[in-house]
């Protein structure tokens, strides 16, 4: 492949990009009329208006994408993640038109966007699950009766979601109906599909998971786990490889598992799977995501591989170039998501002007982004401004230089998620590593923030009175050096 086409916007993009151009290869661009002067569209060799704004005019339009790579000749389209990069649909389409998709076969997408399908794919490679019901139901007597026998609580699920849409954690029998009325509802209204399945709810869970790469060949290799505990509305907000908890054993069998997951749908490409692990430290199957993931920086800043790299070459027909035997982790990687929301309002989403726009650079420092300094942030897609990624020898100097590099990000005109990802890390629970999905339920609110904040500002003030104190009374001599600048006027 000479040339791909990037189905995608924003920071995704650009990523996808510097790999193409590091790899010699030609890269289109895609774009919605409010993303005109966005960075990924300057950045690409080529670029093709899609439409309006809305995603659904533009970005998932399967026809204009397949059009545009024609109309420029590229040979592959990578979908980033998000839109419709695990649309078996858009996969076959892509492949149909005679251009590469730069991801998995349609079978295996369409297996694993099914929760349900995916649970039965696996059934046979003997990899454990949460105890539940493997099949679709609508029935509130038949979902009572399950409830009974598996106990309570449980967790109602949408077989075809994700992001947390169609999920509800029901305590006892009284509240099922009315829980379950609304996961059908919240499923068919995100995602087109009302089917909805039991399972136990793991009290204490912590979330893992385990990236796989698969070639053409029949090669499957693991790349290691990330931890992903630390979220909002079940969705991601910190995350960090590798997990602090998990013995090699354990991490081991994982791998395996996932690997098998893998080979239960011929899987090609990149992909996760994703595992819930119990504070007994057992683990069970929860999904696989067909794509690339938000958070794939930790595992490539600790295992040196590129996916994106990997990706494309997978594409193009090559073999892994290394085995699992060949894989090893060095050293810790954290990353921050940092969205426009107020994290003093419930993390509601704060669009509007990034008036000012600095982020902090330095040695063990990756921002992946794509915003600059005066662009607004349109209303119409997800508010993630940037990637913050931070590496070191060993967690703590991670956390560390994560702490600081949020200390040096600098914007103003939006409200973020800077301040919590710092309450995050500076939290005893999360630094100690003793912490599960619920760690936001059970530390985090507004007004935990607000007085973590007045804390820093007191201790602030109080080190910039000690200075000024040890140094007023230091006799101050006038420099009477000539300077550069002075002597180059003379």
Known sequence: MKKILIANRGEIALRVMRTAKKMGIKTVAVYSEVDRHSPHVRFADEAILLGPAPSNQSYLVMEKLIAAAKETGAE???????????????????????????????????????????????????????????????????????????????????????????????????????QMERAIS??????????????????????????????????????????????RRHQKVVEE????????????????????????????GAGTVEFLLDDQKNFYFLEMNTRLQVEHPVTELITGIDLVEQQIKIARGEKLAFKQE??????????????AEDPLNNFLPSVGNLEVYQHPVGEGIRVDDGFKQGMDIPIYYDPMISKLITYGQTRDAAIQRMVEAINEYKIEGVATTLAFGKFVCEHEAFVSGNFDTHFVKNYYSPEKL?????????????????????????LQVPDTTVSNWRKARI
């Open 326 to 339: 060949d894989l090893s982790i060095t050293g810790h990687a954290l990353e921050l998501r940092v969205y």
């Open 186 to 231: 919240e499923a068919v209204s995100a995602f087109g599909d009302g089917s909805v399945f039991i399972e136990k709810y793991v009290t204490s869970p912590r979330h893992i998971e385990i990236q796989v790469l698969a070639d053409t060949h029949g090669n499957v290799v693991h790349l290691f786990e990330r931890e992903c505990s630390v979220q």
């Open 241 to 268: 490889a590798p997990s602090v908890v998990l013995t090699p054993a354990i991490r081991e069998a994982m791998g395996e598992a996932a690997v098998k997951v893998a080979k239960a749908c011929d899987y090609v």
């Open 76 to 178: 592959g389209i990578h979908p980033g993640y998000g839109f419709l990069s695990e649309n078996a649909v858009f996969a076959k389409m892509v492949e149909d038109s005679g251009i590469r998709f730069i991801g998995p076969r349609p079978h295996a997408i369409r297996v694993m966007g099914s929760k349900l399908a995916a649970k039965e794919a696996v059934r046979d490679y003997k990899i454990p699950m949460v105890p539940g019901i493997e099949e679709a139901i609508t029935d509130v007597a038949l979902a009572k009766k399950i409830a009974q026998e598996i106990g309570f609580p449980i967790l109602i699920k949408a077989s075809a979601g994700g992001g947390g849409k169609g999920m509800r954690v029901v305590e006892n029998l009284e509240e099922l109906p009315e």
């Open 450 to 474: 607000e007085e973590y904040r007045s804390e820093e500002i007191e201790l602030a003030a109080a080190l910039g009175l000690k200075l000024y104190l040890d140094n007023k009374d230091q």
